[in-house]
């Protein structure tokens, strides 16, 4: 069913906050992931469709209603969201020459404790381009 995309160089961009918010059908994370085809995460921060841009409550939505695992969604939202707008070499992960854009969560458990905890607030500080703001 998603050769052609598995198949390619395209990364398909869900939005599972905008399902939410306009009561619509989860896209098919679980099934993409199967195939083989790359997928990033994106708020679709807008009033029309998601007035939110939130990213720990996109995260969480693709792990509990989209079937994600909690590695496979920080990924998608971070490195995947890097290829999809083609800035892989300047953000996305943490690597020598990248822009350093990252998060500090609070003490938490492990990765499976983000998308369980989605309504706590678990970031302690934000870090970008090396500076802590």
């Given amino acids: 069913?998603?050769?052609?995309?598995?198949?390619?160089?395209?990364?398909?961009?869900l939005l599972p906050t905008a399902a939410f918010f306009l009561r619509m059908q989860y896209q098919p994370a679980r099934q993409l992931i199967?195939?083989?085809?790359?997928i990033a995460l994106a708020s679709d921060y807008n009033p029309?469709?998601?007035?939110s841009g939130n990213m720990n409550f996109v995260v969480a939505l693709s792990c509990i209603q989209m079937k994600m695992l909690p590695p496979e969604a920080i990924n998608a939202a971070t490195l995947n969201?890097?290829?999809a707008m083609e800035l892989q070499e300047k953000v996305g992960s943490?690597?020598?020459?990248?822009?350093?854009?990252?998060?500090?969560?609070?003490?938490?458990?492990?990765?499976?404790?983000?998308?369980?905890?989605?309504?706590?607030?678990?970031?302690?500080?934000?870090?970008?381009?090396?500076?802590?703001?």
């Fill in 34 to 38: 199967d195939a083989n085809c790359a």
């Fill in 94 to 133: 943490i690597a020598i020459g990248k822009k350093a854009n990252l998060i500090f969560t609070k003490p938490i458990p492990s990765l499976a404790y983000l998308p369980y905890a989605f309504g706590n607030n678990l970031i302690d500080s934000v870090m970008i381009n090396g500076e802590i703001i």
């Fill in 81 to 83: 969201g890097a290829f």
């Fill in 1 to 13: 069913m998603f050769v052609a995309l598995s198949s390619s160089n395209t990364i398909g961009t």
């Fill in 48 to 51: 029309g469709s998601s007035p």
